[in-house]
């Protein structure tokens, strides 16, 4: 394969999975306002669903708090708390209930000791440091790879351990939403109509997950390929 065809090839696989990251946030944000018009049978809240997951776990050293903005719900394992966006905190629907048990779905991970976060939360140092200067170190090391290569190739670890981490944040996002859907349908939170529901809710969330894995392999492979070819 010629670099000038490796080249198309990267850019063919980057403006697909641009698209088609586009289209799964476009799909993610309609299906988020479709379903927060849906309420939960049972009237309660997105905190109010999270404390009785974590409850019925026995897990009591979690505490539940807001976030501002949209789509900023996260489970943060250091400060050990369940962070719900307004518009998941404070409402009944169906959406609210299924985010708000994919999140304490992590508390469980965290509680239950599951390898895969416990791979990804040490990683996150790395990873912080990684995505703050890589983009910088990828571009000096592509304007002295004849001269420099070593730079490059510093380059192109930075950027293997952020796909490191995108790659192992799918099993930490499936496995919690495989949880949080048996926690619902256990609890009689959700029923036979609004589970399916809830179900692809947390799919088409982790789309998002996969495509975000894809992109930065396909990057990843780009820079190898002009590193190898230079």
């Known amino acids: 394969m010629e670099p000038a065809s490796t080249v198309s090839y990267y850019w063919i696989i980057f403006i697909g999975t641009v698209f088609l990251s586009w289209i799964v946030q476009l799909l993610l944000r309609s299906k988020f306002k479709k379903y927060s018009k849906i309420r939960i049978t049972s009237g309660l809240t997105g905190a109010e669903v999270a404390r009785k997951m974590l409850r019925d776990n026995n897990i009591n050293d979690v505490q539940i708090t807001s976030t501002r903005g949209r789509l900023t719900d996260h489970y943060n394992p250091a400060t050990r708390t369940v962070n719900l966006s307004e518009g998941v905190y404070g409402s009944n629907s169906i ?13 469980l991970q965290h509680a239950r000791g599951y390898v895969p976060l416990k791979m990804r939360s040490t990683l996150v140092p790395v990873v912080s440091f990684a995505s703050q200067w890589v983009i910088w170190v990828i ?9 420099f290569p070593q730079l490059m190739l510093f380059g192109i670890i930075l950027f293997a351990m952020t ?15 495989r949880r949080a859907l048996a926690w619902l349908n256990g609890s009689g939170i959700t029923n036979y109509e609004t589970h399916p529901i809830a179900k692809d809710a947390l799919r088409s969330a982790a789309y998002t997950y996969i495509v975000a894995a894809i992109s930065s392999l396909a990057t990843l492979f780009y820079y190898i390929t002009l590193f190898s070819r230079r």
Do not use: D, R, Y
């Open 95 to 107: 959406m609210a209930a299924a985010v708000a048990a994919h999140e304490c779905g992590h508390a």
């Open 139 to 147: 571009l000096a090391g592509m304007l002295l790879i004849k001269t």
């Open 163 to 177: 796909t490191l981490f995108s790659i192992v944040t799918l099993p930490v996002e499936i496995n919690a939403s």
